[in-house]
């Protein structure tokens, strides 16, 4: 008798008319098989699926182009399902179940005629942690199924450990015909569902990812009291050999794969990484929050990384422990069969082809890698893998670091006053845009907790559900604001970053055991100017002092906007938040 699972998989091929169905085993050999089939046999446009790069620069390599109108998430085209818009809240797009499925029907009607269907079994999290959630998903081009193969915990084990129960979160997934105007991603969060059709680029394509891992997830938490949130997971280990973990919050391009590889300006200080994207929070046995990462690998941005901005990361890049390592719309340099980007090592290569294909030559309009191309590899490749990364029970988190990207105003570093201030904090938290979203850059859009495009509910409760987590914690972590990003008279950066952000997360590792003391400021409580690592460092003391100035004027227009952002919430925002932000207003004078 066929299990839930099949008779899924069974429906979704009686809807998308597949000429075959290929259940995938994640095993290496398969992937190999895989490859093979995206090189030889599958194609986007006139690309293959797949290109082969240079073995022996790039171990493992491949080459993928997507459809050029398929290079980034698409907001507008992604919505949250739930039976009442309320429930969506104002900052998701919602329609109604039942209209939904309607439309998703008729786009994915027959469309992967011609094709086969991959079924992709995967575990998000380690299959033996109490936090892990079974998955299963299906698509019709490899380059999806090896990446959730990178990406996730595929194999047949997963379809072993749901057995004969419907207990399994569901993905439909088609590349369709790439028409932008034929193009959703629908998330059911009653039904554990996501439903995506005419974008194979990475969030939209790789279900374990964005849409279950943070959207679904996020509402799974809310009932299950735990919280989904898209943040780095990391250890930092003093000299004295102590580790301790914290999570960090950063919107998309904005350093979070630089921080969680990190390597120290100081001597003695080490960074082992256990993710750079998303973490699951859960309030352990003791009382504590402990946290996963429920991925398995890394989807990071490609322009801009160097063994100038991130070493471990080009290290993971070129090491080829885990197979394969995916490019995806990069630019290729010609003569070298290796990929390149703006702001990759070394001369720009003397013949290139376009993240498109075509012929690109310096100075000319247009960069030659997509602003949001991207390496999708292994984990288990990274030279900073922490040991506990497949500890089922997780890490303990000591801290919780807030960040944006803001050239004015928010200081380096500031620490909440308690835990309700943390939450207020992340919910004002805003951030000038990056090329990950589609849209335009460096425009201000409130981000809390770096959430705004990835909670699958009502903002306003995510607040509150923040709040309640607090309440349910015996050692809630401190709860800081960090901002890397913030600019002179000329506009240059003040702080170094990189590798000299370690000096911020030592003065928090003092922080949480209690070693130094602090300045009461009317935003938070700031570092004693003694207390900052700076050694080895020149910068102008009047600079320092730029970097934690607290401009009450700019400070009451600040208030003006989240006061903004936050009326859009109504009732559904907690009495806790508006008190916080009284108090702020209180403090400014």
């Known amino acids: 008798m066929a299990t839930p699972v099949e008779k899924w998989v069974e429906e979704q091929a009686g809807l998308a008319k597949p000429d075959q169905i290929y259940w995938c085993d994640g095993s290496e050999e398969e992937a190999h098989k895989l490859i093979e089939i995206g090189m030889k046999k599958e194609k986007i446009g006139d690309n293959p699926i797949f290109q082969e790069l240079n073995q022996k620069v790039w171990p493992k390599s491949y080459l993928h182009r997507s459809h050029p109108t398929d290079v980034a998430r698409t907001e507008q085209l992604t919505f949250v399902c739930h039976p009442q818009k309320d429930q969506a809240g104002p900052t998701n797009n919602w329609m109604a179940p039942a209209e939904a499925k309607e439309k998703l029907t008729k786009l994915t009607d027959g469309c992967m005629r011609g094709k086969t269907m991959y079924v992709l079994p995967y575990m998000m999290g380690h299959p033996d942690s109490p936090y892990a959630k079974s998955c299963v998903q299906v698509t019709d081009v490899s380059y999806v199924a090896v990446s959730m193969r990178i990406m996730t915990r595929m194999g047949k084990n997963v379809l ?20 932008p105007n034929r193009r959703l991603i629908m998330h059911f969060p009653q039904e554990s569902l996501v439903w ?48 301790t973990y914290i999570t960090a919050s950063f919107p998309s391009a904005c350093g979070k794969t630089n921080l969680a590889m990190l390597e120290s300006a100081l001597p003695g200080y080490k960074i082992w990484t256990l993710g750079d994207d998303i973490a699951w929070l859960n309030i352990g046995p003791d009382g504590r929050l402990y946290a996963i990462n429920p991925e398995s690998g890394f989807f990071g941005v490609a322009p801009g990384t160097s063994m100038k901005t991130n070493p471990n990361m080009v290290r993971t890049l070129k090491k080829s422990k885990f197979y394969p390592t995916l ?12 990929p390149w980007w703006e702001g990759a090592d070394g001369p720009v290569p003397k013949r290139v082809a ?32 922490s040991k506990e990364f497949d500890n089922p029970q997780g890490v303990p988190i000591s801290a919780i670091l807030l960040g944006g990207r803001r050239t004015q105003l928010i200081p380096l570093v500031a620490e909440s006053f308690d835990w309700a201030h943390g939450v207020f904090m992340g919910a004002r938290t805003g951030s000038e845009t990056t090329a990950a979203a589609a849209g335009k850059t460096g425009v201000l859009r409130r981000d809390p907790m770096s959430m705004l495009p990835f909670c699958g509910y009502n903002m306003g409760d995510y607040f509150g559900h923040w709040l ?3 309440k349910r914690l015996k050692h809630p972590p401190k709860i800081y604001a960090v901002n890397w990003f913030r600019t002179d008279d000329q506009g240059k950066f003040i702080w170094p970053g990189f590798g000299d952000n370690i000096r911020v997360l030592k003065w928090i590792l003092a922080r949480a055991n209690n070693d130094v003391g602090v300045k009461d400021t009317p935003v938070g409580l700031l570092p004693n100017p003694a ?12 600079k320092m002092e730029k970097l934690f100035e607290i401009d009450r004027q700019g400070w ?29 207003a209180k403090r400014l004078g």
Not at 327 to 338: H, I, M, R
Not at 572 to 583: F, Y
């Open 160 to 179: 072993d450990k749901i057995g004969n129960t419907d207990n399994f979160v569901k993905g439909l997934h088609s590349v369709g015909d790439f028409d």
């Open 196 to 243: 995506s059709i005419g974008s194979g680029y990475g969030g939209n394509a790789l279900l374990g990812k964005k849409c279950f891992s943070l959207r679904i997830a996020s509402c799974l938490g809310q009932r299950e009291g735990w919280l989904a949130e898209h943040m780095v997971v990391m250890g930092i280990q003093d000299p004295q050999g102590k580790i």
């Open 327 to 338: 490019f995806t719309n990069v630019a290729l340099d010609l003569d070298k069969n290796v």
């Open 354 to 385: 376009d993240w498109q294909g075509k012929p690109w030559t310096p100075g000319q309009e247009g960069k030659a890698a997509h602003p949001n191309s991207r390496f999708t590899v292994s984990l288990y490749n990274a030279p900073t893998l």
């Open 468 to 470: 309640d987590m607090g």
């Open 531 to 542: 207390d900052l690592d700076l050694s080895g460092l020149s910068i102008p003391k009047e």
């Open 556 to 584: 009451q227009d600040e208030l003006k906007e989240i006061d903004a952002f936050l009326g859009q919430f109504g009732d559904h925002l907690p009495a806790e938040i508006r008190q916080q932000r009284d108090t702020l």
